[in-house]
């Protein structure tokens, strides 16, 4: 305990964070958490980055791309490959921190490769989302097999929200639930906050003059598009529908929303549905947000879900299903409406009444839609709620006090 106490008197600490994410190579929520903690940790230690892809030019960040002999074989093999190349880069660290299974091979090889300790973030786990077998086939047992080993050997876990650490208790019940530390997902609110110009909204055809909801997220099972798309049926036919959707996870789920998308322009007029499928920089993004009536979050398993939270930076009304760690930061009946769902218990998320949610969820949106003023003032309050509980310096000292207790 004495030298780990010294890397808080004297010597820096040197963290070294694993992530598949980092920017600009941002696709999901992981990869907006590592880009704000390692920001905001660095007045606190020596923070290194290791993430997966091109060669980055930002100071003490290194990528590694899949060895030379993997690169034809199974996604998940490719990661592992990356994942011990990684290990050996962070020899010298104090910490290892990893995040999502894509990352916590290399935090464990590195624990014991290193001797150090090895904190995970559980952003989303294996066992809750089978449907991931789609696109890894047999890859999938072993991204089970890397986030298991990780999270029950690891010397702590930090949970984004309350509901993800019951999430972990369930999926994985050896572990002990005094190593598991909530540390809530943030927000910039300086970088996510209105936007009322308008460049972006005319070049994508937005109507302003129409009452508006919009999607963004990725075209995947977790993120409940398909519901959504149905649930747009039942919305006044003045309604915009914008969505911000791409990535898909696999060709089965990119051609059932191609197909639910056909039948939602049929049935409403010729600029009724606005489908934007390329990422768009985080600016325009912003711009989109600012101007919406409604967000909405139909995942059928979120975590924490930090879209919502992006969403109510920007002063727009969310509804959300009430799953996961979504009720931890939409506020119901002040800055958004959850949405209620049973769900079957086989780990998939999936409404034991789909029927039932597509109409509750297409209830909450018109009820907000239908009464605009309501739907600004929730705005308001929502980013009012994401100033006061979720600033990334306050989640960098949090973060700082996990790595405290373990060495």
Request: hydrophobic share 40%; proline share 6%.
């Given at each position: ?227 959504l798309m149905r649930a747009c049926h039942d919305l006044p036919p003045e309604t915009q529908i914008v969505l911000l959707a791409g990535a898909p996870d696999t060709p089965e789920i990119a051609a059932e929303v191609e197909g639910l998308a056909i039948q939602l322009r049929n049935a409403r ?38 879209v919502n939270l992006e969403a109510m930076a920007c002063e727009t009304a969310v509804v959300a299903t009430a799953t996961g760690g979504i009720p931890e930061v939409v506020a119901d009946g002040e800055t958004g409406l959850l949405v209620p769902i049973e769900q079957v218990a086989d780990g ?60």
């Open positions: 305990m004495t030298d780990s106490h010294s890397k808080f008197t004297g010597d820096t600490l040197r963290v070294d964070l694993i992530s598949r994410e980092y920017p600009p190579e941002v696709y999901g929520g992981a990869g907006v958490h590592l880009e704000y903690l390692a920001r905001d940790l660095r007045p606190l230690a020596d923070v290194r980055v290791h993430c997966f892809g091109a060669p980055r030019d930002e100071p003490g960040v290194t990528a590694y791309q899949t060895p030379s002999g993997l690169s034809g074989a199974n996604a998940a093999l490719q990661t592992m490959g990356v994942d011990l190349e990684i290990a050996a880069g962070t020899a010298g660290t104090d910490l290892v921190h990893s995040h999502t299974w894509y990352a916590n091979f290399a935090g464990h090889t590195a624990k014991l490769l290193h001797g150090v300790p090895h904190v995970v973030t559980t952003h989303s786990l294996e066992p809750l989302r089978p449907w991931k077998a789609e696109q890894l086939g047999g890859g999938y047992a072993l991204s089970s097999f890397c986030e298991r080993t990780a999270i029950e050997n690891a010397d702590a876990i930090i949970a984004v929200s309350g509901g993800m650490k019951r999430d972990v208790l369930t999926a994985y019940p050896s572990v002990d639930a005094d190593r598991i530390h909530v540390v809530y997902n943030g927000i910039d609110t300086t970088q996510y906050a209105p936007d009322r110009g308008t460049d972006v909204i005319e070049r994508l055809g937005i109507d302003l003059n129409r009452p508006s909801v919009v999607f963004v997220g990725r075209i995947t099972r977790q993120k409940g598009l398909p519901y007029d010729a600029n009724g549905v606005i489908w934007v499928q390329e990422m768009l920089p985080k600016h325009e993004v912003v711009q989109v947000l600012t101007h919406a009536t409604v967000f909405v979050c139909p995942s059928i398993y979120e975590p924490m879900g930090i998939t998320g999936t409404p034991v009444d789909p029927e039932r949610f597509v109409a509750d969820l297409a209830a909450a949106m018109t009820t907000l839609l239908a009464d605009p003023a309501r739907a600004a003032s929730m705005g308001l309050a929502g980013r009012q709620r994401a100033v006061d509980k979720f600033s990334w310096s306050t989640i960098a000292e949090d973060t700082l006090k996990v790595y405290r207790s373990v060495l």
